[in-house]
């Protein structure tokens, strides 16, 4: 059985930077599809970046372009760093991992923007 888990989150201040860490464990199938989505509350949940098991092919929502950027160490290990926070940057982030018809999600790690 595969499981995600997250790390890295926590309170930064606005222009601040953190960088997230995903790491999978169980039998993963290639190819396969990492990201990283969120959700603030009251929101509904969006994707943040991904990026494809061979690492060539990313994704990013437009809010974050230029200002996050997801990479991938392995096929089990993916980061994102994260740059130039924004209060609206506040929201559980949760990492994915897609293969074949299967999808796995991970606890989520929260990140809080506040001066």
């Known amino acids: 059985q595969v499981q995600l888990v997250e790390s890295g989150g926590g309170l930064v201040q606005p222009g601040g930077s953190l960088r997230l860490s995903c790491a999978a464990s169980g039998t993963i199938g290639v190819p396969n599809l990492m990201g990283w989505y969120r959700q603030a509350p009251g929101k509904q949940r969006e994707l943040v970046a991904d990026?494809?098991?061979?690492?060539?092919?990313t994704g990013y929502a437009e809010s974050v372009k230029g200002r996050f950027t997801i990479s991938r160490a392995n096929v089990r290990n993916i980061f994102l760093q994260m740059n130039s926070l924004k209060p609206d940057d506040t929201a559980v982030y949760y990492c994915?991992?897609?293969?074949?018809?299967?999808?796995?999600w991970g606890q989520g790690t929260l990140v809080t923007v506040s001066s």
């Open positions: 990026i494809t098991s061979g690492g060539g092919i």
């Open positions: 994915n991992l897609r293969y074949g018809v299967s999808e796995v």
